[in-house]
């Protein structure tokens, strides 16, 4: 594999062939490892998606996990759903030089000219409040993306890299942008905290300032994008008021 200069240090990573999730499969090997690790695979057969979607994954597009081992609080651990997305949009400058194309849609899909070309499952597994492991997994659409007719009515239309720009980037080229990229931003948030994540997250937010729709279990509403809080939460602007929203699905 190439880009062993730019590998991140102490972090290792298991490339596989064929597995049901890479998600699943590094919970299988957590308790073996005391360090982070990727995990990568070739194709999944039971690539799953956030909501307990099904996650398509052929061979030619990226699956992959980063397995850690936090010792922070629970909701201080999900903000590193904000750090992969940043590593994602990273990754896709350095590989494509298109900084512009590259956009972040709340809590954790990667936009390619306004369609979905990546999004973020994150998992983890402990007792109680603790997290012991979180798996971080992602896929990237690098060369197919379903079809429209795939995916819930009024979600964004996915896209390939390939398709989009015309790139044919390798998943293990992938990878040796991406891993750099997710240590730079664990680094920064370990040494200070959420606050630089959230900037840089809003610096390349989809649809900020604009009306969007957020779907949580029980009810739909509707405002103005305004910010995301110091927790992650999307702060919608109502005729009432702003209001934080934790968890939900968002439609443009
Ligand atoms: O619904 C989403 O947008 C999140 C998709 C996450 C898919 C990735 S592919 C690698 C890892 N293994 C899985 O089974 N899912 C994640």
Not at 41 to 67: C, D, I, K, V, Y
Not at 194 to 202: C, K, N, S, V
Request: glycine share 10%; net charge neutral.
């Amino acid at each position: 594999m190439s880009g062993k200069a730019n590998w991140p240090e102490g972090v290792a990573r298991r490339l596989l062939d064929t597995v049901d999730s890479t998600n699943a499969e590094a919970f299988r090997a957590a308790p073996h490892l005391t360090g982070p690790c990727w995990f990568v695979a070739g194709e999944q057969t039971a690539g799953r998606g956030r909501r307990a979607r099904a996650w398509t994954s052929p061979r030619g597009n990226f699956h992959g996990t980063l397995l850690l081992h936090p010792t922070e609080p629970a909701a201080t651990v999900a903000l590193r759903s904000f750090a992969a997305a940043l590593a994602l949009r990273d990754a896709f400058v350095a590989l494509t030089g298109l900084p512009d194309a590259f956009k972040l849609k709340w809590p954790n899909d990667v936009l390619l000219n306004g369609g979905k070309v990546a999004g973020i499952l994150l998992e983890s597994s402990g007792a109680g409040q603790g997290v012991q492991h979180l798996a971080i997994g992602i896929g990237v659409n690098l060369i197919a993306a379903p079809e429209a007719t795939q995916v819930e009515q009024g979600a964004l239309r996915p896209v390939s890299l390939l398709e989009e720009t015309g790139l044919r980037i390798a998943p293990e080229v992938f990878l040796d942008a991406l891993a750099p990229a997710y240590a730079r931003w664990e680094a920064i948030f370990a040494a200070e905290g959420f606050a630089p994540l959230r900037a840089a997250w809003l610096a390349h937010a989809a649809r900020l300032g604009e009306t969007i729709r957020a779907r949580t279990g029980t009810e739909t509403r509707e405002g103005r994008f305004e910010t995301i809080d110091e927790t992650g939460a999307l702060i919608l602007r109502q005729s009432h008021g702003p209001v934080a929203i934790p968890a939900a699905e968002v439609f443009f």
